[in-house]
């Protein structure tokens, strides 16, 4: 927790320094992406590789499932509310 | 959308090499996938830092961004409330304990593990995975119809790191600060209220 707040604080002070280096924001941003498929991946790999998972995925997932979607759900229509009422003024 | 349907199939190409059973011994992939993170983190954070907008966020919403994690808290805990109410075999705690992971699947099913049962912690962890992925592949679809907090509500604890790239992408790179806030209140919550639920 506290590493990965250094390892952020630590990237926003570089991109601090690079503001008016477009070209840079654009490799960052390609970067970025590829890190984004390589933590999908291996996340892939820890939910495969865990035999209690599998075994029991009907059961486990059809209640993993419902709490997901009932949690998203549950935040996302309280979000519209308060985006509706506190934030939207302020988008230009 | 394009977008998405590229990061779902590297999700499931890592089950299928998971399952496979082909992967060399030795490796442990659960550090492997922290430093991925922490690299993610680094590079998120350059794209934070490098957009002058980020900062106009903290002058212009204020105090307002205080109501985003408490928002994220209410909805989720009604929303796991109901499930219990529509699956017999959940109780109204182990359903809350579940969804107050906030997508830190991770920790949540630690915790639940060890204060409760093996298989609940499971359901944390597929639950609380759910949750990330549905934000990765969903945002773009939720923020147009439920407006640039959608994103940052479904990832909840994840929309500090994992989900951050996405949010901000979607929503704007404005949100990302309103994201990191939220998203870090909702991590430091996660141990506390899944201990409270389960010990009460």
């Known amino acids: ?92 | 959308m394009r977008s998405s349907l590229i990061i779902f199939s590297f999700f499931v190409a890592g089950v299928l090499v998971g399952l496979s059973g082909k992967l060399p011994s030795g490796y442990d992939f659960d550090k492997f996938g922290s430093y991925a993170l922490y690299l993610l983190m680094f590079l998120a954070g350059i794209s934070i830092g490098s957009n002058k907008n980020s900062w106009k966020v903290l002058a212009t919403h204020n105090y307002k961004i205080i109501w985003v994690p408490l928002t994220i808290i209410l909805g989720t805990l009604t929303g796991s409330a109901l499930v219990a109410l529509v699956i017999p075999t959940l109780t109204l705690l182990e359903s809350l304990a579940v969804g107050a992971g906030f997508g830190y699947y991770s920790l949540s099913s630690v915790f639940i593990t060890q204060l409760h049962s093996h298989s609940l912690g499971v359901v944390a962890l597929l639950s609380n995975i759910f949750r990330e992925v549905a934000t990765l592949l969903a945002t773009p679809i939720m923020v147009r119809y439920f407006g640039n907090l959608a994103g940052i509500a479904s990832g909840g604890a994840t929309a500090m790191d994992t989900t951050l790239p996405v949010i901000s992408h979607y929503s704007g790179k404005e949100y990302a600060i309103i994201a990191v806030f939220s998203g870090i209140v909702l991590t430091i919550l996660v141990p506390f209220l899944v201990t409270f639920i389960l010990t009460v």
């Open chain 1, 1 to 92: 927790m506290i590493a990965i707040l250094v390892v952020l604080s630590a990237g926003i002070l570089l991109g601090l320094l690079i503001v008016k280096k477009p070209k840079l924001h654009l490799f960052n941003n390609h970067l970025l992406n590829w890190a984004i498929y390589l933590l999908l991946f291996l996340l892939g790999i820890s939910v495969g590789t865990n035999r209690e998972v599998i075994q029991n995925i009907g059961k486990i997932g059809y209640e993993a499932i419902a709490i997901g979607i009932f949690s998203i759900a549950g935040s996302v229509l309280l979000s519209a509310i308060l985006f509706k009422f506190l934030f939207k003024q302020d988008e230009k």
